[in-house]
């Protein structure tokens, strides 16, 4: 369980952490060999409802910008206590970032620790904020850490953002993997899509790969890293 009691925060940001019950668990993202992780990604689970449940209740409420503190400081804790050496993958909403005593925070309470550690994951939902991602791109580059885009493919998350976000990393979803390896669409759609994405020296993440023949196919195609049910499941 993460608790949040001793952080750095105001009291407000704190109470309203208080409320919340949630643990972490962590999907490794291995490269093209599949067997060497290149980086953990940090799950949210919470203890009373799922996570989307969670999103939801807390979009209504018009309290999401407590969830991108907690899973911040959250996940940060909990990777730290697994011991891992790689770096971790944090989800973060794209209308949200937290404020600047907030980040200012996060440093003093992690320090020199997180500095090339970090991978900052942009999801696909709820809206995109350019203004949120610009600082978001300031902290993370000061301290040497790696921007990345979630789910293309399957929502807001597009090459015409990928374009106004420059990320360092791409995750193509499910939906452009699943069946690659004899669906000659998904196919060609993914080769061109890595072509593009590599002439820009970004880094293409193959998600939720679940069977051999599509993790065989994709290497083959020149994917960098893969993440899925096929090579390890969230623990």
């Known amino acids: 369980m993460i608790y949040y009691d001793d952080l750095p925060l105001n009291e407000e940001i704190l109470k309203a952490l208080g409320e919340l019950s949630i643990n972490y668990v962590f999907q490794p993202i291995f490269k093209a060999d599949g067997k060497t992780v290149y980086a953990y990604e940090a799950l949210m689970r919470p203890t009373e409802m799922t996570v989307t449940e969670l999103i939801e209740d807390y979009t209504k409420r018009n309290k999401l910008h407590v969830l991108e503190v907690a899973t911040f400081f959250g996940a940060m804790q909990a990777y730290f206590l697994r011991g891992y050496e ?4 944090i989800n973060s909403f794209p209308s949200d970032c937290m404020q600047g005593e907030e980040a200012d925070a996060f440093l003093e ?14 999801l696909e939902y709820p809206y995109f904020s350019p203004r949120h991602w610009e600082i978001k791109r300031e902290s993370v580059k000061h301290m ?8 293309f493919g399957s929502g807001i998350n ?5 374009d106004i976000m420059s990320p360092d990393i791409v995750k193509l979803d499910r939906e452009l993997i699943s069946g690659i390896d004899h669906i000659t669409e998904k196919q060609e759609n993914v080769k061109k899509l890595v072509q593009y994405f590599h002439s820009h020296k970004i880094l293409v993440v193959a998600e939720g790969v679940e069977e051999k023949e599509e993790f065989d196919y994709l290497v083959g195609l020149g994917i960098d890293l893969f993440q899925g049910f096929y090579l390890a499941r969230p623990a």
């Open 86 to 89: 790689q770096r971790v993958s």
């Open 109 to 122: 309470y992690f320090g020199e620790e997180i500095r090339g550690r970090m991978i900052i994951e942009n």
């Open 158 to 162: 597009d090459i015409e953002r990928v």
């Open 144 to 151: 040497d850490n790696l921007l990345s885009v979630d789910d």
